[in-house]
């Protein structure tokens, strides 16, 4: 996926595992204002609704399927290896439902990103949405956070809210987060490739200023879509 501007755009490759919804926003907003060349798709399970997205769009789409490897560190040896064939500056995971080992993490550390479907550090793992009505929650959101060691530990970046409403199913509450998660993760994605987003030490600065809580865009999905903020605003 190239285009006459490709080496203003921060490179990156996309972990997937499934349908890769998340995937298509980037797609999509990288054809629009998004700055990012995905230089790659991988994906750990071949078959997958991703691997057609990334192919239609003409994004290399590699699978390195988890099972044909005896241990997780020879899985982890060749997704890096298939990685770092196209030298991206950022890894992206989108529904990527692998645990990587330290020495994936500590390649990549300040430079992989993933999104998950929860207000972290609440409800960390799987099955979020049935477990926050389980719960009895009356909110629920998204988080984007850095990468690291502890599951869906790292630090939260940013955040979008959406009540749990009479009558919700699972389904129906994951639809409502899924359309946040398509707005706010190509977002924070933007903030990195603008230079504006670091992470080192354990530290996350944005703007050069230490974020001690993660952030909450506006809360309209039209106006979030509309445009990546600008410095300062």
């Known amino acids: 996926m190239t285009s006459p501007s490709a080496k203003h755009r921060l490179p ?24 990012v060349e995905i230089r790659a798709v991988i994906s750990n399970r071949a078959g997958v609704t991703g691997l057609q997205r990334a192919q239609q769009a003409m994004i290399p789409a590699h699978v390195v ?16 290896r298939v990685i770092d064939r196209y030298r991206p500056e950022l890894i992206v995971m989108a529904g990527f439902m692998r645990i990587l080992g330290q020495d994936f993490i500590s390649r990549y550390a300040g430079r992989a990103l993933n999104v998950h479907p929860s207000l ?10 049935r477990r926050v009505l389980a719960a009895g929650e009356r909110g629920h959101g998204v988080s984007v956070h850095f990468v690291t060691s502890e599951l869906d ?3 939260v970046v940013a955040q979008a809210r959406v009540p749990v409403l009479p ?3 699972a389904e129906r509450l994951a639809a409502r ?29 944005l703007d050069d200023v230490t974020l001690t809580q993660p ?19």
């Open 120 to 129: 972290l550090p609440a409800y960390p793992g799987l099955d979020t949405h």
């Open 153 to 155: 530990g790292g630090p």
């Open 65 to 80: 399927d988890h099972t044909r490897f005896r241990a997780r560190d020879d899985f982890d040896r060749e997704l890096i």
């Open 12 to 35: 990156i490759v996309v972990l997937i595992s499934g349908d890769g919804s998340n995937l298509q926003a980037i797609i999509d907003r990288a054809a629009d204002n998004l700055p």
């Open 177 to 205: 987060v899924r359309a946040e998660e398509h707005v706010l993760y190509p977002l924070v994605i933007g903030w990195f490739a603008a230079g504006r987003l670091k992470s080192s030490g354990g530290k996350v600065t």
């Open 167 to 169: 009558g919700d199913t």
């Open 215 to 233: 952030v909450e865009p506006l809360h309209t999905a039209d106006e979030r879509h509309a445009s990546i903020p600008a410095r300062g605003q």
